[in-house]
């Protein structure tokens, strides 16, 4: 297409040619989203890291997972299933987050995992970044994401000021197809009691997410958290009365549904995660 260009059109042609079809395509999927819900592409400016040093990594080359690192995040029930520590290791230079049905520790059910690190972060000024393939079918998704002991409650939560939850991204949207191969950005503060409030940042399109490795990233500065994806800014948002100034830590999870599983016992579905960073600006 480009040599068949280049023989019909200058340069700057063709450049104000490939301008004018990606704004038509951009309206376009702006009308999908407004309309339907759809999943909209990153169109951001390109991550860039210039004046942040790396702080933490993980990159599972352990022959188990390093609870110098790590500790197991909600164990027992869960929504329709169970959490177990025995759901969560290393294989292979990843790490493994299965949810299968078992007859386990809290008896038989759908069980599945969850990790948070060790270390809390404070106040912004840093970035986070895993690289990953996410779950697929169940009713079952990949989480990374943010909490914070301030979401204990509205008070100390404070509008998101003392505490937020942040989902760097969440694995769902293969249950719709028009937005099957997208992930979902939210920020919730507020508690998880009578004062919950959330914001849906978007839906934004992955490369085959269930299949490839793709890298979904967080900056969190002190006016915005700034969301990326294969180091593409996708969004941004401050909500509500402005960003965490408190502790947060990184957890990965793979979520049991709400509602029944709607697989047979044999299904079995697994979050893979390839490594995961933490930068904090100098």
Not at 128 to 140: D, K, N, P, T, V
Request: hydrophobic letters at 35%; charged letters at 25%.
């Amino acid at each position: 297409m480009d040599t068949l260009l280049r023989k019909i059109f200058a340069p700057r042609q063709i450049r104000a040619l490939k301008q004018a079809v990606a704004a038509i395509l951009a309206a376009l999927e702006l009308f999908g989203v407004v309309l339907f819900d759809a999943a909209q592409t990153p169109r951001g400016p390109e991550l860039d890291l210039s004046g942040y040093e790396l702080v933490f990594e993980d990159e599972f080359e352990t022959e188990t997972l390093d609870l110098t690192k790590w500790e197991h995040r909600g164990v027992g029930p869960r929504s329709s299933g169970f959490i177990s520590s025995e759901q969560s290791f290393v294989e292979d230079g990843n790490l493994i987050i299965r949810a299968e049905h078992k007859n386990g520790e809290f008896g038989e059910g759908w069980y599945s995992g969850m990790i948070r690190t060790v270390e809390d972060y404070a106040g912004g000024g840093y970035y986070f970044e895993c690289r990953c393939i996410a779950s697929l079918g169940g009713g079952f998704w990949s989480a990374f994401w943010l909490n914070s002991p301030g979401m204990a409650s509205a008070e100390a939560s404070n509008g998101g000021i003392g505490g937020a939850e942040i989902d760097i991204f969440e694995a769902f949207n293969y249950k719709t197809p028009i937005k099957r191969n997208s992930v979902s950005l939210n920020v919730h503060v507020g508690g998880y009691g009578d004062g919950l409030r959330s914001m849906m940042v978007g839906h934004y399109k992955v490369n085959k997410p269930y299949t490839e490795y793709n890298t979904y990233g967080l900056e969190w500065t002190d006016k915005e958290y700034i969301f990326y994806i294969n180091g593409v800014e996708a969004a941004r948002s401050d909500f509500k009365d402005g960003v965490s100034k408190g502790l947060e830590y990184v957890i990965l999870s793979l979520e049991p549904p709400r509602e029944e599983v709607s697989e047979d016992p044999g299904f079995s579905t697994d979050f893979i995660v390839d490594y995961v960073k933490v930068y904090k600006k100098a």
